[in-house]
């Protein structure tokens, strides 16, 4: 089993950057795929980004891409998610979320975090 833990969201003004740390407990992390997840206001749960087991292969949505990073580190059983030049519409609640193999679908991911609110001011 795989206990996520988000943090580091908050309030910024357009333009700004902010990084999203995802902290998992269990023995099996490093085996999974971790994935971010985004849910605005009124809206379904979206996919964001993610990043294979071991770190090589990563896939973004086009509405983050060349502005979102998706990163881990194994050894501290933790996934990353820096957002640079963020916009009003990134505005939402982020999830990361762990899946046994790279998947878009949020029916994919077995163990989900509680989430960390993401606020960006115009």
């Known amino acids: 089993q795989v206990q996520l833990v988000e943090s580091g969201g908050g309030l910024v003004q357009a333009g700004g950057s902010m990084r999203l740390s995802c902290a998992a407990s269990?023995?099996?992390?490093?085996?999974?795929?971790m994935g971010w997840f985004r849910q605005a206001t009124g809206k379904e749960r979206e996919f964001v980004a993610h990043i294979s087991w071991n770190g090589d292969t990563t896939r973004y949505a086009d509405s983050v891409k060349g502005r979102f990073t998706i990163s881990r580190d194994n050894a501290k059983n933790t996934v990353y998610l820096q957002m640079n030049r963020l916009k009003p519409e990134d505005t939402a609640v982020y999830y990361c979320?762990?899946?046994?193999?790279?998947?878009?679908?949020?029916?994919?991911?077995?163990?989900w975090g509680q989430g960390t609110q993401v606020t960006v001011s115009s």
């Open positions: 979320a762990a899946a046994p193999y790279p998947t878009l679908t949020p029916r994919g991911y077995i163990y």
């Open positions: 269990g023995r099996t992390f490093s085996g999974h795929t």
